[in-house]
């Protein structure tokens, strides 16, 4: 009986706890990843262009 009264206390904690975030600087690297994907696809792209293909 103890143990399903902690086992409830513990959900009851979980239930109440704010989203947690992501760690700090998370967004800004993703964000720097997706920027030099594109970069990288413009050049691409041009490159493409300037030989004419």
Same mark, same amino acid.
């Given at each position: 009986? %103890?143990?399903?009264?902690? =086992? $409830? ?5 979980? =239930?109440? $706890?704010? &989203?947690?975030?992501?760690?700090? *600087?998370? *967004?800004?690297?993703?964000? %720097?990843?997706?920027? #030099? %994907? %594109? $970069? $990288?696809?413009? =050049? &691409?792209?041009? #490159?493409? =262009?300037?030989? *004419?293909?």
């Amino acid at each position: 009986m %103890a143990t399903w009264s902690e =086992l $409830r206390g513990i959900v009851r904690w979980l =239930l109440r $706890r704010p &989203d947690s975030r992501p760690p700090s *600087g998370v *967004g800004q690297r993703h964000q %720097a990843a997706e920027q #030099e %994907a %594109a $970069r $990288r696809r413009l =050049l &691409d792209q041009a #490159e493409r =262009l300037r030989d *004419g293909a």
